[in-house]
């Protein structure tokens, strides 16, 4: 994505071990921090085992030191693995 870019959409999908994950009940939030220390998040909309959010923008150029999908239920809280946004 480029910096200031506000229209990156990401639709994944959410498993468990390759298991879809169920998501009912469940609050998604994309969390990410980039290599500058600066820290974006923003909900997602869940439909299924799928979150869908568009990407916040970020001020700074270069690649996300972590980014993820925090998830919230009952006091649990799961994160997904990481995923790498680069911001050119």
């Not at 990156?8 to 220390?37: C, M, N, Q, R, Y």
């Not at 990407?55 to 980014?67: L, T």
Request: proline share 3%; charged share 30%; net charge negative.
């Amino acid at each position: 994505m480029r910096r200031g870019d506000d229209s990156t959409v990401v639709v994944a999908e959410i498993t468990d071990h390759g298991a879809p994950f169920d998501l009912e009940g469940w609050t998604a939030k994309f969390e990410a921090v980039t290599d500058s220390g600066e820290s974006v998040r923003t909900a997602c909309r869940t439909d299924g085992g799928r979150v869908r959010f568009a990407i916040p923008p970020f001020s700074k150029s270069g690649r996300s030191k972590a980014a993820y999908v925090r998830l919230e239920k009952d006091g649990a809280v799961v994160t997904t693995n990481d995923m790498e946004v680069m911001v050119l």
